[in-house]
């Protein structure tokens, strides 16, 4: 069965404490693994994507890596505003159309 | 640009009741998806359209839930009789084109609880 699992399921860091977020997948066939970033009453808003194992993306204090079982995505420096829940997803290739699996998610709380 | 609309923003109804939701996807955007997110979880797939057409539906509880897309536009969502189970942000997203690399874009959700 394919699987999609994020940890920690929370985490509390000091403004300006660097830390990592894992996504470890099961699955046959990945086709594309998205980060998304969630505040609290909003819908995800879309971070990055993800296709080959050895690619990065970086956007502001956030990283993002993809190896063949898992992705991380490393903030760097963060501060209280990158505090929301971060959640991965991944599409396969045997999905029909652009279906999405999501992990759980990892809340983030960054205090000042 | 506008985003994804959807309305109600909060919803409270009592089990057994009906419900429906609507939601406006990105103006050209051919493909919308409605999730279902229970709190702590991630969400997760109901029913996903290309423009009329249904592409997946095979998480959508079809013996309650019900959802079109008329002239692929706007899509609505309904539920009937609703559970307790069912209390959950309902979220509704769109993409430009099904197949290729392209994100979704989700709107805010209608949050329901059923009591």
């Known amino acids: 069965e394919d699987q999609v699992t994020q940890s920690p399921e929370a985490l509390r860091l000091q403004e300006g404490e660097s830390s990592s977020l894992n996504c470890s997948y099961t699955?046959?066939?990945?086709?594309?693994l998205f980060w998304y970033r969630q505040d609290p009453g909003k819908g995800p808003e879309f971070l990055f994507t993800?296709?080959?194992a050895g690619e990065e993306k970086e956007k502001e204090r956030l990283k993002a890596t993809l190896t063949k079982k898992e992705s991380f995505l490393h903030i760097t420096a963060p501060k209280p505003e990158d505090s929301a829940t971060y959640l991965c997803?991944?599409?396969?290739?045997?999905?029909?159309?652009?279906?999405?699996?999501f992990g759980g998610g990892t809340r983030v709380l960054v205090k000042p | 640009e506008a985003g994804v609309a959807q309305s109600p923003r909060y919803k409270i109804i009592e089990k057994r009741q009906s419900v429906a939701f609507w939601c406006n996807p990105i103006?050209?955007?051919?493909?919308l998806y409605w999730y279902q997110q229970i709190l702590g979880q991630g969400p997760k797939l109901l029913i996903q359209?290309?423009?009329?057409?249904?592409?997946?539906d095979s998480q959508l509880p079809k013996d309650r839930f019900s959802a079109e897309r008329l002239k692929g536009v706007d899509s609505t969502l309904k539920i009937q009789p609703a559970k307790l189970e069912d209390s959950a942000v309902y979220l509704c997203?769109?993409?430009?084109?099904?197949?290729?690399?392209?994100?979704?874009?989700f709107g805010p959700g209608t949050r329901l609880t059923v009591t």
């Open positions: 997203a769109s993409s430009s084109l099904a197949g290729a690399h392209y994100e979704q874009y």
């Open positions: 699955v046959s066939g990945l086709r594309g």
């Open positions: 993800l296709y080959s």
């Open positions: 997803a991944v599409r396969l290739i045997k999905a029909a159309g652009n279906k999405l699996t």
């Open positions: 103006s050209g955007h051919a493909t």
């Open positions: 359209f290309q423009n009329n057409g249904v592409v997946d």
